[in-house]
């Protein structure tokens, strides 16, 4: 905060003793020190609401950018209209896949040669 050396501090020291007195140095000095500690308190609470801020304005910044550029949810709903669009196409290839593969059980081919070579 304040570039102060050991020399700059005994230099105040003394001219405050000499100012003040020795009787009523001890309850100066403290007394300064709780304003001190004040004001460091009030700065830290100042640069922690400007920390919160700035960091609230960059979240705002953030969420318009990301409203004016394209959506994920419009990016989402094409995916989703193309792959209906896919089924679509592909949908009547599959009702003839499936009534061949369910026509297969239903023929009894697979049993009639086990029996055939049982007959004979």
């Not at 500690?37 to 969420?63: F, S, Y």
């Not at 989402?76 to 196409?89: C, K, P, R, S, V």
């Amino acid at each position: 905060m304040f570039d102060i050396g050991f020399s700059e501090l005994a230099l105040i020291m003394v001219v405050a003793l000499i100012v003040v007195g020795p009787e009523r140095l001890p309850r100066l000095v403290r007394t300064a020190g709780l304003y001190l500690g004040r004001a460091r308190r009030a700065v830290a609470a100042i640069k922690a609401d400007v920390q919160r801020e700035l960091a609230a304005e960059e979240l705002k910044q953030t969420l318009k950018e990301q409203a004016q550029s394209i959506g994920l949810h419009e990016i989402i709903e094409e995916t989703q209209e193309a792959a209906t669009a896919a089924e679509q196409l592909l949908k009547p290839d599959q009702p003839a896949a499936s009534t061949t593969s369910t026509a297969l059980p239903d023929k009894k081919s697979t049993s009639t040669p086990g029996s055939q070579h049982g007959g004979n």
